[in-house]
Structures are given as C-alpha cells and as structure tokens.
C-alpha cells in the first residue's frame, strides 16, 4: 500500500470517530432522559462498553495470536491514555465538578481491581484460571451501578411520546451508526497506524502501548470530550472509569483465557507500566474524592506527566 494511501485512510478513520462519537453521544444522552437514568450510569456502563470494544478486539485476538506483548501493552496503555489523555484533555477544557455520589466507589473498585491484576501478574503469567477471575470482577461493577441514583428531572407528564415514536427511530440510528463508525474509524486507526509506525520504524512495545493505545482509547477521548463540551461531565467521568474497570476485567481477563499458554506479563510492565497506571489513578481519582472537582492543574499534571512517560520510552 502506498505511503499516502495510509495518511489518507488515517485522517479518514479519525473523521469517522470524531462524527461517530457526536451521535453516539447525543442518542445515549436522549435515551437516558427518556428512561430517567442518571448521566453517570449511562456513561460507565452502555458508552464505556461500546468504546471499549476496540481494546477487547484488539487484545484478545493478539492474544489467541499468542502476542502477549500486544495485548497487555494495548490494555494498559489504553488505561494511562485514558487517563492521562482523555480526562487531562476535558479537563483542561473545561473543568470537572463531580457529581456522581458513587464516585469514590468506583474509583477505589479500579485501583482495587489493577492491583489484583498486578498480584495475579506478578509472577509474569496470567493463567486461564486468574484470567476467569478477573472476568467475574466485572459483576460486582455491574452490580453497583444498578444502584446508581436516578438524578433525572424528567416525568411522564413532561414527555409527549408522539414526538417520542418519530425520535425513537431517529436515535436508535444515530446510536447504531455512531458507535459502528467509532469502532470501525478505531480499527482504521490501529490498522494504518500500525503501518506507519512500521515505516518510521518504532518499536514493538511502543507501537502497543503508544500508537496502539491511543488508536483504540480515541473512542474513549471522543466520547468524553463531546460530552464535557455538552455540559455532561458524569457521562465524561463515568466513561473513563468504566472503560477502564473493564479493560482489566473484561479485556485482560478474556485475553488470558484465550491465549494459549497463559497471558505472559513483560518484567518492564511490572516494573513501569503498571505502577504508572495505578499513580495516573490516583491523580486522577484523589482530587475527585477530596475536592469533588478535577482541575486544569491536574488535568495539566497528568498531559506533562504523560509526555515524561512516552518519551522514557524510547
């Protein structure tokens, strides 16, 4: 494939998400006022499992593939990104003001949940059987948001379900073809961003937990940042949180049931990935908790933070 052909298909599959994030983001935004569910139950469970389906793809068929490297690398890399990406970014737009009552439990259910990994990781393998365990954390995720407080203001009497009927048809399109081209625009991503990366010449590990990760977590950045500039921020927050919970339930966990052997953990990952993510969480996570607000200076804090990461790197 020619050189110009890849930039082109690139620019093409970020278009596709950028488009596909909007409308995916504006028919769950409908459908939550039209139930009465809770902007924050809406964003960690329905768009944090759409978005993270990039990363469940790409790592779990790395891993039946036997390609260890990818798949931890993908996920892990789509945790930092997540965070130090897609939250800084929102942020420093426009700050967060967390209204999520279950924020704090949440936020300590994710770094619970990657220590368990890192444990489970620590002597380099993940086998089949900690694999299914790491699968079954996702039902206590799961559980706590079926008692996400229900914030919505609106009632039955409020709604005219004539107008209902003709914008039911129209979101539910909206929903379908936005989150088709969010994770088909991703794959284009991945695809031709492996490719150029190939031509420059980078290295395996980077390409997975750089170009990679950030190729598979821009359904995550799209998602959130549309929502912050709509004035949602629980959808923003809770995206990311679930997003992440799932990449290491869901995404590592079935890539070491698939994978042959076992998922096989890099000694660099133990060393400096990991421990990474889990101090991007907690700056994250800890103004949430005491301030109940995410900053520019944080948001800030963790770009710069990500930008010393990525190039230690090389």
């Not at 990104?81 to 970014?89: E, G, H, L, R």
């Amino acid at each position: 494939m020619a050189n110009y052909l890849i930039y082109i298909l690139f620019i093409m599959g970020l278009i596709m998400i950028l488009k596909g994030g909007d409308w995916f983001v504006d028919s769950a935004i409908w459908f939550g006022e039209i139930t009465g569910a809770s902007m924050g139950l809406i964003g960690i469970t329905l768009i944090s499992f759409a978005t993270t389906l990039p990363e469940f793809f790409v790592s779990t068929l790395a891993s039946k593939d036997g390609l260890s490297e990818i798949a931890v690398g993908n996920s892990i890399g789509s945790i930092i990104c997540n965070i130090a990406v897609v939250i800084s970014i929102c942020v420093i737009f426009k700050p967060i003001k967390i209204e999520d009552s279950k924020f704090d439990s949440k936020a300590l259910m994710m770094i619970v949940f990657i220590s368990i990994f890192y444990f489970l990781a620590s002597d380099g393998l993940v086998t089949k059987i900690e694999g299914f365990i790491l699968v079954t954390l996702t039902i206590p995720f799961m559980l706590l948001n079926f008692y996400q407080p229900n914030k919505s203001k609106i009632t039955r009497e409020k709604i005219n379900f004539k107008d209902i009927k003709v914008d039911l048809n129209i979101n539910i399109l909206k929903f379908l073809i936005g989150g088709f081209l969010i994770i088909y625009g991703a794959d284009i991503l991945v695809n031709t961003g492996v490719e150029i990366a190939n031509i420059l010449r980078i290295p395996k590990k980077v390409v997975s937990l750089t170009l990679l990760a950030l190729g598979t977590s821009l359904p995550e950045l799209t998602a959130s940042l549309t929502a912050t500039l709509k004035n949602k921020p629980d959808i923003s927050v809770g995206n990311i949180l679930g997003a992440n919970i799932l990449n290491i339930t869901s995404v590592l966990g079935v890539s070491a049931l698939v994978h042959p052997t076992g998922l096989r953990v890099m000694t660099s990952s133990l060393t400096t990935d990991i421990p990474v993510a889990i101090l991007f969480m907690l700056i994250f996570t800890v103004p949430g908790m005491l301030r109940k607000k995410i900053g520019r200076f944080t948001g800030i804090l963790l770009f710069s933070s990500y930008v010393v990461y990525i190039i230690n790197l090389f």
